[in-house]
C-alpha cells in the first residue's frame, strides 16, 4: 500500500472515530428519552444544532474559551430541558400511545427551531466554525492529526464510557432500566417513574448538546446539518434497538465508520441512503432492534 | 348532523348543499379576486391545498394512517409532468400518468402500513419521504438537483392558447370540488366504512372478515392520486419546482390542516387548508415566520387531543357516527347470513 493510500486510509479511521462517537452520544441521548419516557425526539437534530449555535455565540460573539463555552452550553441545556418538560411533556405521561403524539410534537419543535435559526442565525452566515480547544498537530507516524480532534474524541469516548457505567451500574440507571421495561413494575418496586422521566428527558438532552458542542468543536457545521443528524440518530436508535443504549454506541460507531469510508469513495447522500434502508429494513422485519433483549 | 349512511340519510339537496355551497364559492372566489392576480394566485394555491388536505383527510381522518410522505407522492407527480411536458407531451396526457405514477408510488410506499401502526408506520414513512426528497436532489438529471425546475411554461389549451390566471384557477376549483365529492361518496359507500372500521381496530376489523390489507391498499391508492393531481397542477401553476418545494415539512403542514380543522370530518380539512394555505403567501416579508406559527399549531393541536392522534375519537364519540356504525353493520350481516 502506497504512503498516500495509507494517509487516506488513517484519516479515514480518524474521521470514522470521532463522527461515530458523535453519532453514539447523540443517539444514545435520544434513546434514553425514548427508553424511559417512550418519546422518539425528532428535534434531537435541532437540539443538536442549538448546542453548536451557543458554542458559537459563546467563543466567537463573546470571546469565552471554549472550555468554558462547552460547559457552559451542557449546563444551558438542564434549565431549557426542563422547562420544556414542565410545559409540554409533562402533560403526555400517562397518555396511552403517546409516542406518536410526542413525534408529531417534536417535529413541531423542529419547525420552531428551524424558524427561529434562518431569522436569527441564517441572516449572519451559513458556515459556522469554533475555535480549537488545543492547538498544534500531533505524528502518529508520519499521520498528522490536529491536537484539537483528538482532544475531542478524547472528550466524547470519555462521556460515553461514563454514561455507559451511569446506566449500567448506578441506581438511577438500573432505574431506568426497570422504568423501560415494565413502569407498573417498577412503580410498585418503589422507583419513582415521574422522577425518573424527568431525569431522563434532561439526561437525554444534555447529552445530545454534548454531541452537538463536541461536533461543533471538531468540524465546521450548517444549519442543514440538523436534519441529517435527526433522521441519522433516529437510524441508529431503530437499528440499534429503541431504549437500548448499548445498540446506540455499537451501531452508532458502525455509522459514523459507514459515513466516513462512504464519504470518501461516493458521496454523503449514498451513506444516507444506505442508512435510510437499513432502517427501513429493521422497521420492516425486526422492529425491536438489533440489540433488544 | 348523526347521518346514518343508511337509507334514511339525508339525501338530494339537502345533503348536497354544502357541496353546493363550496362549488359555487370555490369558482366565485377567484373570479371575484381576479382584479388582483395576487391574491387570485393565493386563491388558487389554497383550493389546491384543499385537495391535498382532502386526500391526506382520507388516509389520516378515515384510515387512521398518518403518512408524512404525502409531499413526496406529490413531487413524483410533479415531476413526471414537468419531464414529460418538456419532452413534448400534452400536459392533459402528462397529468394523469404523472397521477398514476404517484399512485402507484404511493400503494407501494404504504405497504409497510400493513406491518407496522400508529407510531412505526408514521417513522416509516418520514424516512420513505426523506429518501424521496433526497431522491429528488441526487437524481439531478432529471430534477436538477437542489436548483429546481423553473419558467414551468402554462399548460396549452386544445383549442389554442395558454391555460393561465383566472382558467387555471377555475380548473383547480374544479378539481377541489371533484376530490371533496369523491370523499364524500367513499365516506358514504362500504368502502368507506370498512376504512373506518380498520382506523377503529384493524385487527377486530380483520376478524369481522373485512380484507384489511386490500381497503388499505385501496386506501393508498386512491389517497395518492389526490397527492398526484395536486402536484400535476402545482407545477405549472406556480411555475417552479423543487426539492424543497415537496419536503417533509410540506407534508406536516399537509397534515395539519387536516388535524387543525378537524380530521375524519369532510369539511373541516377544507377549512383547515383555508385558514392555513394562505398564511405563507400573506407574510411573504415575513417568510420564515410560517415555520413557527405552524410549529406552534401543530403543538397546539397535539396538546388538545393528546389521545386523538393514536386511536381516533374515542374522546370524541360524537363524531364517530360512522365508526360506531361500520362493525355492529357488519355483525349484522354477518349473522344473518
Redesign the interface.
Known amino acids: 500500500m502506497s504512503n498516500a493510500n495509507l494517509i487516506i486510509l488513517f484519516s479515514t479511521l480518524s474521521t470514522g472515530l470521532i463522527l461515530g462517537a458523535i453519532f453514539a452520544l447523540v443517539a444514545a441521548g435520544v434513546t434514553i428519552v425514548y427508553g424511559s419516557i417512550w418519546m422518539p425526539n425528532a428535534a434531537n437534530g435541532q437540539f443538536f444544532v442549538l448546542a453548536a449555535l451557543f458554542g458559537w455565540t459563546m467563543t466567537v460573539g463573546w470571546g469565552l474559551n471554549p472550555w468554558i463555552a462547552a460547559l457552559l452550553v451542557i449546563g444551558v441545556s438542564v434549565p431549557l430541558s426542563y422547562i420544556l418538560e414542565i410545559l409540554l411533556i409533562r402533560r403526555f405521561y400517562d397518555v396511552p400511545n403517546r409516542n406518536i403524539s410526542y413525534f408529531v410534537l417534536s417535529l413541531g419543535i423542529t419547525q420552531i427551531l428551524a424558524g427561529i435559526y434562518a431569522i436569527t442565525y441564517g441572516r449572519w452566515s451559513d458556515q459556522f466554525q469554533l475555535p480549537p480547544l488545543v492547538n498544534g498537530i500531533t505524528l502518529i507516524g508520519p499521520f498528522p492529526i490536529a491536537n484539537n480532534r483528538l482532544m475531542v474524541l478524547a472528550i466524547a469516548i470519555a462521556l460515553l464510557a461514563a454514561l455507559f457505567i451511569l446506566l449500567r451500574y448506578h441506581r438511577y440507571g438500573r432505574a431506568l432500566r426497570a422504568v423501560f421495561q415494565n413502569r407498573d413494575a417498577a412503580t410498585l418496586r418503589g422507583v419513582n417513574v415521574k422522577a425518573i422521566y424527568s431525569l431522563s428527558f434532561i439526561l437525554g438532552n444534555a447529552v445530545i448538546f454534548a454531541g452537538g458542542v463536541l461536533f461543533a468543536l471538531a468540524y465546521s457545521f450548517d444549519l442543514t446539518v440538523a436534519w441529517t443528524m435527526a433522521i441519522t440518530a433516529f437510524a441508529i436508535m431503530i437499528i440499534g434497538g429503541p431504549g437500548s443504549v448499548l445498540g446506540a454506541l455499537v451501531v452508532g460507531m458502525v455509522f459514523g465508520f459507514t459515513q466516513a469510508i462512504v464519504s470518501i469513495f461516493a458521496s454523503p447522500t449514498i451513506a444516507a441512503f444506505s442508512y435510510l434502508g437499513a432502517m427501513l429494513l429493521i422497521l420492516l422485519f425486526k422492529p425491536s432492534g438489533v440489540f433488544a433483549r | 348532523m348523526t347521518a346514518q349512511p343508511t337509507k334514511d340519510a339525508p339525501r338530494g339537496l339537502a345533503a348536497h348543499w354544502p357541496l353546493a355551497a363550496f362549488t359555487v364559492a370555490a369558482v366565485l372566489v377567484p373570479i371575484l379576486l381576479s382584479g388582483n392576480r395576487y391574491l387570485a394566485f393565493v386563491a388558487g394555491m389554497t383550493l389546491l391545498h384543499i385537495l391535498w388536505a382532502t386526500g391526506m383527510n382520507l388516509l389520516y381522518g378515515y384510515t387512521g394512517l398518518?403518512p408524512l410522505m404525502f409531499a413526496g407522492l406529490a413531487g413524483i407527480s410533479a415531476y413526471f409532468v414537468v419531464n414529460l411536458t418538456s419532452m413534448g407531451w400534452s400536459f392533459w396526457l402528462a397529468l394523469p400518468v404523472g397521477t398514476l405514477a404517484a399512485s402507484i408510488a404511493g400503494t407501494i410506499l404504504g405497504l409497510?402500513s400493513l406491518?407496522?401502526k400508529?407510531?412505526?408506520f408514521?417513522?416509516?414513512s418520514?424516512?420513505?419521504q426523506?429518501?424521496i426528497t433526497?431522491g429528488f436532489?441526487?437524481f439531478a438529471s432529471i430534477t436538477n438537483g437542489d436548483t429546481g425546475i423553473s419558467q414551468i411554461p402554462p399548460p396549452s389549451i386544445p383549442g389554442g392558447g395558454e391555460l393561465t390566471g383566472l382558467g387555471y384557477e377555475i380548473v383547480i376549483a374544479v378539481m377541489a370540488v371533484i376530490g371533496i365529492a369523491v370523499l364524500m361518496l367513499i365516506v358514504r359507500s362500504s368502502f368507506g366504512r370498512r376504512l373506518a372500521a380498520i382506523r377503529e381496530d384493524d385487527g377486530l376489523a380483520e376478524t369481522l372478515g373485512i380484507n384489511v390489507t386490500y381497503q388499505k391498499l385501496a386506501a393508498f391508492f386512491i389517497g395518492s392520486l389526490y397527492a398526484g393531481v395536486g402536484g400535476a397542477l402545482y407545477a405549472p401553476y406556480i411555475g417552479f419546482i423543487s426539492p424543497r418545494s415537496f419536503d417533509v415539512?410540506i407534508s406536516?403542514n399537509i397534515w395539519l390542516m387536516v388535524a387543525f380543522g378537524g380530521r375524519g370530518t369532510i369539511w373541516g380539512p377544507v377549512f383547515g387548508a383555508m385558514l392555513l394555505a394562505p398564511i405563507p403567501f400573506l407574510l411573504q416579508d415575513y417568510y420564515?415566520?410560517?415555520?413557527?406559527l405552524?410549529?406552534?399549531?401543530?403543538?397546539a393541536?397535539?396538546?388538545l387531543m393528546?389521545?386523538g392522534?393514536?386511536?381516533g375519537f374515542k374522546r370524541k364519540a360524537p363524531k364517530a357516527e360512522i365508526a360506531k356504525d361500520a362493525p355492529s353493520r357488519q355483525l349484522d350481516q354477518r349473522s344473518a347470513a
Open positions: 398518518m409497510p406491518r407496522l400508529g407510531f412505526y408514521t417513522l416509516c418520514l424516512v420513505i426523506t429518501v433526497l436532489v441526487y415539512l406536516m420564515t415566520v410560517k415555520d413557527i405552524y410549529g406552534v399549531l401543530i403543538i393541536v397535539t396538546i393528546p389521545g392522534l393514536a386511536s
